[in-house]
T-cell receptor, first 113, second 111 residues
């Protein structure tokens, strides 16, 4: 079955280290998104992509970057991890125009010490 | 950009009662309004959605209503059951564009 997977599911790192969270989907969806979820703040958009070589900043993009070299993958990189980036990160995808439902990965819990 | 406000942040009901969660949005260009349910430790999953050309949509015990003029939409759950306990998120977007989410409502259904 087609799916969207994230890795790692749990990670503990230290302040200042570079961290990459992987997101892989097998639906051939054009649109992919990264959200972070913090208590009391719902899901906030970090970065998104509408296709290969396309990336856009969301509302909380500072300190994060993404790249889209193929349809299936949208890795999220924290260049220099900070304690404020401790959160649960969700990757999501949707097909594209005129389709609405977002399909979420299982989430990656990141702790920055 | 779009701003979505969701109320209440917590809601507790007795089993069998109805639950209503309300959201308002700011961007009149938004035309797609989904609701997601997130159980503890799980990923959000779509439960119902509505597009701007429709005023109401029902699916068994859940329904969503949309008032475009007032820029608000609501989720209605009837005959609540303990398995309805979860966090519910509303969202707004333009077609397949980026979605802006509300802050979530924690619904507790007491047996």
């Amino acid at each position: 079955d087609a799916e969207i997977t994230q890795s790692p599911r749990h990670k503990i790192t230290e302040t200042g280290r570079q961290v990459t969270l992987a997101c892989h989907q097998t639906w051939n969806h054009n649109n992919m998104f990264w959200y972070r979820q913090d208590l009391g703040h719902g899901l906030r958009l970090i970065h998104y992509s509408y296709g290969v070589q396309d990336t856009n900043k969301g509302e909380v993009s500072d300190g994060y970057s993404v790249s889209r070299s193929n349809t299936e993958d949208l890795p999220l990189t924290l260049e220099s991890a900070a304690s404020s980036q401790t959160s649960v990160y969700f990757c999501a995808s949707r097909q594209g125009a005129n389709t609405g439902e977002l399909f979420f990965g299982e989430g990656s819990r990141l702790t920055v010490l | 950009g779009e701003n979505v406000e969701q109320h209440p942040s917590t809601l507790s009901v007795q089993e069998g009662d109805s639950a209503v969660i309300k959201c308002t949005y700011s961007d009149s260009a938004s035309n797609y309004f989904p609701w997601y349910k997130q159980e503890l430790g799980k990923r959000p999953q779509l439960i119902i959605d509505i597009r701007s050309n429709v005023g109401e949509k029902k699916d068994q015990r859940i329904a969503v209503t949309l008032n475009k003029t007032a820029k608000h939409f609501s989720l209605h759950i009837t005959e609540t059951q303990p398995e309805d306990s979860a966090v519910y998120f509303c969202a707004a977007s333009q077609s397949a564009g980026k979605s802006t989410f509300g802050d979530g409502t924690t619904l507790t259904v007491k047996p």
